[in-house]
């Protein structure tokens, strides 16, 4: 699922907020009773200015001149206490339901299926979980305060004005239908454009990202100025959606404020007729304009407010889609009381979608408990896709594997996955310490620790570092070379200790040293624990209990390394082109 998929109604997406925010309702209430109290006090700012218009320039005025400064210091004293709340209040619950939202995106996108991650666009998962929520909500929460600051206020100094003439009154909501209208054809415009520059920014994103990752790939390629050409194309559309959405909000408040000029000199017109006709002093003149003129105020910035919950909704649609992408399924429900790493694999099929071909065609073999065993054949052999059926990331389609006799399908997934210690090709390092990176996801024990460093050739180098153990490596062990890089996941492996050791070309981009140094390691294991070497170096498979020739998803060949080179097959010509 990317950001350019359908996107459900404004509507729905709000409902889908309206979960996270529950929880925090008495901030959200205590808010609101604030902003009452603030509201309950605007209608005294015209009925103080009627009284001193009536009776205040009189000689024998009916209260003391102390009285007006008194009145009013006290009344904003009281709307400055209670707008500090509200809005206190307010920005407390929305911290709490970011909170909560980024909780739930960053559990989604832990238990996303395989398949999302395949099709996810470089850059867009962090602005889903990271920048998604706060802006979303931020936006939502800005127009509820707009909302509760100048809705509250306007209902009350609408009913002093119905209170004060409701005839005049009647005539201001004539032109509420008439703003509601335009407004309306506004905000289908802000939402189009907005959607645009929403996908332009997830677009510009993973451009940057994919620059960040592949520096090194970028200058050996002489890449640079196609890469800045990328960027400069990307953040062009960024400024020009952009711009259409800043235009479209932009053309709200002109539009709004003529209807209301509009409707305004019609009312005060008809407010001088009626002083004429009727006899209405001064001060009710004063009081009703002034109360209009404070409505009309608020009015404004409520016209405005449609605006930013169309963009902040608009938002909301790309981080609460996380919410939607279908969750690893898990039917197992089994339990190992104990695991040996018995594994035998029985007929088994896989092909991924898309693909014209099986990725394992029938494939069966047995790797008993406690033996080394070594997978080699082509590139699209199938090697890999046996390693993710193995750990659940790729469901097969037909055929068994079964760990200790049990089906591994009957198994819940972490009970399959904790049986397994992995070092793939791609390596994958945390911008923490050395001792985090091994110990991952474990409780650290410095003494074995130290002990997987060692079998896996790097504590020589841990111990140079300046702070050790405690050392930070860089985003995806940026400080490292690569070959200690892949030293790390070996050790990272090793500390895991779990009954069956996969090495997917782990020792790859070792020197020779380093890697007789790791083949020792696995010797000094070998009978206790089940180990996979998928390799294209003969000096890694060679020693191997048993070598599997894989060959389109099929075992084609097996035996010890002098049976395959006796059998004269595919095996023997492959150490040959080796050898020469």
């Known amino acids: 699922m990317t950001p350019r998929t359908e996107r459900p109604p404004l509507g729905q997406t709000f409902q889908r907020l309206v979960p996270f925010a529950r929880p925090h309702a008495r901030g959200l209430a205590a808010a609101?009773?604030?902003?009452?109290?603030?509201g309950g006090t605007e209608v005294l700012i015209p009925e103080l200015l009627k009284t001193a218009l009536n009776d205040g320039f009189a000689q024998q005025g009916a209260f003391s001149l102390w009285a007006v400064p008194a009145v009013l210091i006290g009344l904003?004293?009281?709307?400055?206490?209670f707008g500090f709340l509200g809005q206190y209040l307010l920005h407390w619950t929305i911290g709490r339901t970011v909170l909560d939202l980024r909780q739930a995106l960053m559990d989604?996108?832990?238990r996303a299926q395989a398949t999302y991650y395949v099709k996810l666009p470089g850059g867009s998962a962090v602005t889903q979980v990271v920048s998604d929520p706060q802006q979303a909500i931020q936006l939502l929460g800005q127009a509820s305060i707009t909302l509760l600051r100048d809705g509250l206020p306007a209902l009350a100094m609408l009913g002093y004005l119905f209170f004060m003439n409701w005839k005049l009154t009647l005539m201001t909501l004539v032109t509420l239908p008439v703003m509601a209208v335009v407004l309306k054809q506004v905000n289908q415009r802000v939402r189009r454009v907005g959607s645009a520059a929403y996908d332009a920014q997830i677009t510009l994103s993973s451009v940057v990202d994919d620059a960040a990752r592949a520096w090194k790939l970028i200058r050996s390629f002489d890449a640079?100025?196609?890469e800045r050409a990328r960027f400069a194309d990307a953040a062009t559309q960024v400024r020009r959606q952009t711009l259409k959405q800043v235009a479209a909000n932009a053309l709200s408040q002109p539009l709004s404020q003529l209807i209301a000029a509009v409707g305004l000199s019609a009312i005060v017109s008809m407010a001088l007729?009626?002083?004429?006709?009727?006899g209405s002093t001064p001060g009710d003149f004063a009081a009703f304009c002034t109360a209009l003129l404070l409505l009309m105020s608020r009015a404004r910035h409520l016209a405005e407010v449609a605006q930013p919950i169309t963009n902040g909704l608009i938002v909301a649609q790309g981080c609460t889609a996380l919410l939607d992408v279908p969750a690893e399924r898990d039917p197992g429900t089994g339990t190992l009381p104990e695991c040996r790493g018995d594994l035998q694999i029985q007929d088994l099929r896989l092909q991924y979608e898309g693909s014209a071909a099986p990725a394992l065609d029938g494939l069966s073999l047995h790797i008993p408990a406690g033996h080394t065993v070594a997978l080699v054949g082509p590139s699209g052999a199938g090697k890999s896709s046996l390693i993710h059926a193995l750990q659940g990331f790729a469901p097969p389609s037909g055929?068994?594997?079964l760990l200790d006799g049990y089906d591994t399908q009957s198994l819940t997934l972490n009970e399959v996955r904790r049986r397994f210690a992995v070092v793939s090709q791609d390596i994958v390092l945390f911008d923490d310490s050395v001792m985090s990176n091994v110990a991952y996801a474990q409780n650290p024990n410095p003494a074995r620790v130290e002990a997987a460093l060692r079998d896996a050739a790097l504590w020589d180098f841990v111990q140079s570092l300046p702070e050790g153990l405690h050392t930070r490596i860089g985003a995806n062990g940026s400080t490292l070379s690569g070959g200690q890089r892949q030293r790390l996941a070996i050790a990272r492996a090793l500390y895991r200790d779990a009954p069956i050791w996969i090495f997917d070309e782990a020792t790859s981009a070792l020197d020779t040293e380093s890697e007789r140094a790791v083949q020792e390691a696995l010797t000094r294991h070998q009978g206790q624990k089940t180990v996979i070497l998928i390799a294209h170096r003969l000096s890694t498979v060679r020693h191997a209990d048993c070598i599997f020739v894989m060959q389109a998803g099929r075992v084609v060949e097996s035996g010890t390394h002098s049976e395959l080179l006796a059998l004269g097959g595919f095996y023997?010509?492959?150490v040959t082109l080796a050898e020469t």
Do not use: K, M, S, T
């Not at 609101?32 to 603030?38: F, K």
């Open 273 to 278: 007729y009626q002083g004429r006709v009727e």
């Open 399 to 401: 055929g068994r594997i």
């Open 108 to 110: 989604a996108l832990l």
């Open 76 to 81: 904003f004293a009281i709307r400055g206490i």
């Open 32 to 38: 609101i009773a604030a902003y009452v109290a603030v």
């Open 224 to 226: 640079v100025p196609f």
């Open 572 to 574: 023997a010509h492959w």
